[in-house]
């Protein structure tokens, strides 16, 4: 099944029909700039692989209505996963994005080696239980920290003390399987955009707020990294130019002041005030910051925060859809609320009415699920493997 | 000449062609998938048409060194336009990227009709100065304002007070002619794109500072619009929450702390403190703003709040090159020195170090010479004129 240069415009067409989902010969020929007879020809080799077929009929535009396009969903399974609190998650998609299998395997420490062993053994497993299946080779993984994707380097992930991880390398050595590392929030904001319709949404910021806080960027429908990978240091752009101390050695950066452990603070700060005992977890707080509780206070002013950083992002990127998840936004539903009752996001009205902003809990296999997206854009490698 | 479906790898090639300056057939088969024969045929296609043309040899990989192919200046022109300080610049460019002439046409009134009838003029006295060449018939056009570039309209520039302005349809039934109309901002990025090497930078963003301050957006090699046309209000970003009232209604705006007016404000108060006679102008201030003297202060404060500004956006977007430009830029050449000294942009350093900060005098051409880019652009529209 290996391609042939004349037919580069092969994986261009099962691109889009994994894109849209389903689409007709006519539909594909006007996209791609191709003749009819071009098209059909290539989507017979692809109906051959067994990667496309022939699914329900298309509205007509004149003439006989048209025969629809789909993946076949058995054509190809792709393995994604993602590092989160101590854990690999893992899960299995389909060529139609659906997916099929899931599972978690805690690493008991984190340090490079354990990390990659621990991986290594899930991803074995999975591949056992689906031995059946087609599967491509190279495997998405999400990690924390700032990771070159071109060289498989995790450079510096400071929660969990990795700097340079080679962990492409490291995995290719031990068990001979390819990988493409990503930021995890990164492949969260994928998963963002192939979980709602992409045909919606081309601009997407998705923000993970937790002990850090994150964003990953989908500019016009495709993930955005950087100019060195980056893209997304949301959490430290300043709100509070003066503000809080942060981590990273500037002051009044956004996760200073909405972090897990901002809050935290500030929660023990008005416990002290108020002369009650302190709360000793993010939880205590969020589940007690409705109106008239004793933390509503903190989360006003995280949603005060929150909406300058949003605001900034409407103003600059102009995008139609932002999507907060992670922890504290989970365990805390009025911050949604909050933060939308704020009209006014500081930004300009037109780019304002462009937007909307909405949470997620999808949950820490989100980031799973965009490493397994991932893998399924490069439709190059699909097409080239045995 | 019109483009045949079969066809549509050539405004492919074309158009990598004219980014790359010069390549080799072998080259472009590589970037592109074709086969050899395939990117041959093209090539001929191409050169039959006098749009491209061998010039040199290049660097040999083994066996005989490869002729390398260039855009013919002469092939094509095109005519970018765009309006600042109640005039129109114009210019005209080769398929190179050269500027072969330039004029400017003040405008005696800014309302819709004058603005509209000088631009046709203008357009008409340089067509017909050039009437031997092959001028593309799409003119670029950069505006102040959010501007609606799929319709053609600009939906609003306070500056100038026009509203629902549909500049298109305007200039095409008064003239018959065509443009593409973008905010002068983003067209001013894809300036600063081209006239530097395509090749070494992607992420570029464009900051003029003037009465207003406005970005423009290159993203991984293209000019990034937004969801609605309104991306690059970094003007409007909040870098002082509390800071002074902007014209948008909101408070601590870059454009209220560095913006024209507020450096005014501040000298003034500056000069009422040291009573001295107050500054009239900005370049009152500008010219006397060195270290020692009396307006270094402003300028110094200046430097700060746009630092903070530039910091949100290296961590937000990892840019390799931010270019500064406008009045306020030109017309003080310490700024760039004062931010520059900030080693420290309030972001993480790998993003840090991945980007350069220059200022650029080019003028207010810069948006006219952008606008030729723009319409340079659409190898198609070049591929399918008589």
Redesign the interface.
Known sequence: MKIQ??H?NLHKILDIIIRKGEISRIDL?EI????RA?VGHLVDELMSQNLIMEAGIGEARGGRPPTLLQPVPQGCYFIGAAVFDFSWSLVMMDLSGTIIDECTYPISRMTPEKTVSQLIKAIKELKDKHRDKRILPRIGVGTPG?VDSEKGII??AFDVRWMNFPIADMIKKESGMSIRVVNRSKVSALASYYLHNPENY??IISIVIGTGVA?G?I??H?L???????????G??????NGPACL???RG?LQALIGENAILERGQNLARINSVSAPEKIDDILNQSREGELYHQVITEVAEYLS?AI???I??????LIVLSGPVVSGCPQLLELVSQKK?Y???L??Q???KVISSDWGIQTAAVGSAYLVRENTREILSQP
Do not use: Q
Request: a neutral charge; glycine letters at 12%; hydrophobic letters at 35%.
């Open positions: 240069k004349k580069s020929a791609t700039g191709l003749t071009a700032l450079v510096s081309g601009n964003s960027l500019l016009d495709k955005y990294m950087g100019s060195s990978f980056g893209a997304g240091e949301l430290h752009t300043s709100v509070i130019p990273c050695g500037n950066c300058i605001g900034n992002i103003n600059l990127l102009n995008p139609d006014n500081r930004s300009m037109p780019n009415d462009a937007v």
